[in-house]
T-cell receptor, first 116, second 114 residues
């Protein structure tokens, strides 16, 4: 099976702009989770989508949003970019069928966002 | 609050020697525990997980981990380290009713020297 894919791999934006990142999960997986990885804060959970519904959410401002399509592909949007949003954004997919925290998440290669 | 701690920023091991990367957690209720590895400019690769049952979990690439409930630990081990094991290792925890969310430790850099 093909793994989790993320596009684009690299992005450079300026402050105040908005950005949309895309994630295609492993075939058959219905859950997609997003994470932000920075040197200072480490890996932090943004949100999780399952069957087009947000099922869980981390502690990020409303500028960070996401959605999931009927084919389980997911997008993440960040509006009004700030310098501190520079990070590696990772998405992960799982079957989501366990309905609890025990599903194994498989990660994509990430999108490296640089905000100037 | 739920948390994971990896007390060592870096672990240095000679090739062929056993390695241990430490992880402790604080979760109310029964935890699900995971180990991931990250190579430079790559995403995270799943190594192994503990859900329930046998406290010794075997995973990919010869790695294993032991769940110790009394010490709230989940240390990653390998009997014989390889230079190619050099990477960044993350311990993560989740728990029931917390779907899709992994709480990660800060990561431990493993350096295996020839």
């Amino acid at each position: 099976k093909a793994g989790v894919t993320q596009t684009p791999r690299y992005l450079i934006k300026t402050r105040g702009q908005q950005v949309t990142l895309s994630c295609s999960p492993i075939s058959g997986h219905r859950s997609v989770s997003w994470y932000q990885q920075t040197p200072g804060q480490g890996l932090q959970f943004l949100f999780e989508y399952f069957s087009e519904t947000q099922r869980n959410k981390g502690n990020f401002p409303g500028r960070f949003s996401g959605r999931q399509f009927s084919n389980s592909r997911s997008e993440m949007n960040v509006s009004t970019l700030e310098l501190g949003d520079s990070a590696l954004y990772l998405c992960a997919s799982s079957t989501g069928l366990a309905g609890d925290g025990g599903d194994t998440q498989y990660f994509g290669p990430g999108t490296r966002l640089t905000v100037l | 609050a739920q948390s994971v701690a990896q007390p060592e920023d870096q672990v240095n091991v000679a090739e062929g020697n056993p390695l241990t990367v430490k992880c402790t957690y604080s979760v109310s209720g029964n935890p699900y525990l995971f180990w991931y590895v990250q190579y430079p400019n790559r995403g995270l690769q799943f190594l192994l997980k503990y859900i329930t049952g046998d406290n010794l979990v075997k995973g990919s690439y010869g790695f294993e981990a032991e769940f110790n409930k009394s010490q709230t630990s989940f240390h990653l081990k390998k009997p014989s380290a390889l230079v190619s094991d050099s990477a960044l290792y993350f311990c993560a925890v989740s728990f029931s009713s917390n779907t899709g969310k992994l709480i990660f430790g800060q990561g431990t850099t493993l350096q295996v020297k020839p």
